[in-house]
T-cell receptor, first 109, second 114 residues
Framework: DAKTTQPPSMDCAEGRAANLPCNHS???????VYWYRQIHSQGPQYIIH???NNETNEMASLIITEDRKSSTLILPHATLRDTAVYYC??????????FGTGTRLTVIP | DTEVTQTPKHLVMGMTNKKSLKCEQH?????MYWYKQKAKKPPELMFV???????INESVPSRFSPECPNSSLLNLHLHALQPEDSALYLC?????????????FGSGTQLSVL
């Protein structure tokens, strides 16, 4: 059973904010939301994670709805180097990372 | 140093060959992982080592044999592979098992089985 649902692809203009949605309607109370990305020919890279509160770091912001059934990853000023597949993953601590199908984000000049 | 190094970067092997993939990290991480990724698909977890002991084997065929000789090194021994085993093999490490926010991946070995 898929734990997360993401759109298969999205485009974003360079310099604009990229908003990547993720649905996780069956998330449990102890499960975190993680975002990873995979740039072509590289291994996946951790971006951000959160439990209930919104989170921000140097790469992105994570907005989690109050009911925790969905979240949005925001890249505030997308660049061409942000073109990648973005994976939204829900998991409890001490478990292992299982990837879903992800969203292929293309940043357009 | 936040690097996970995988060698070789590319490997071509026949179905009767025996080869090994190597993964190394010097971050002091005690959990190491093998993932398999087919083209245009997400990575799939194969094996997890925790403190040099095999913790998880996700029903991987016995033609794939992992080995963790020490805390810095992880090998994947390959024998009698099939063409459908052609994929990108990714190694990752984290301080302990399950620390997904501190999971670092290598760039992978692209394997082609002829």
């Amino acid at each position: 059973d898929a734990k997360t649902t993401q759109p298969p692809s999205m485009d974003c203009a360079e310099g604009r904010a990229a908003n990547l949605p993720c649905n996780h309607s069956t998330i449990s109370g102890n499960e975190y939301v993680y975002w990873y990305r995979q740039i072509h020919s590289q291994g996946p890279q951790y971006i951000i994670h959160g439990l209930k509160n919104n989170e921000t770091n140097e790469m992105a912001s994570l907005i989690i709805t109050e009911d925790r059934k969905s979240s949005t990853l925001i890249l505030p000023h997308a660049t061409l180097r942000d073109t990648a597949v973005y994976y939204c993953i829900v998991m409890a601590g001490a478990n292992n990372l299982f990837f879903g199908t992800g969203t292929r984000l293309t940043v357009i000049p | 140093d936040t690097e996970v190094t995988q060698t070789p970067k590319h490997l071509v092997m026949g179905m009767t060959n025996k080869k090994s993939l190597k993964c190394e990290q010097h971050m002091g991480h005690r959990a190491m992982y093998w993932y398999k990724q087919k083209a245009k698909k997400p990575p799939e977890l194969m094996f997890v080592y925790s403190y040099e002991k095999l913790s998880i084997n996700e029903s991987v065929p016995s033609r794939f044999s992992p080995e963790c000789p020490n805390s810095s090194l992880l090998n994947l021994h390959l024998h009698a592979l099939q063409p459908e085993d052609s994929a990108l093999y990714l190694c990752a490490s984290s301080p302990q098992k399950g620390r997904a926010e501190k999971l670092f991946f290598g760039s992978g070995t692209q394997l082609s089985v002829l």
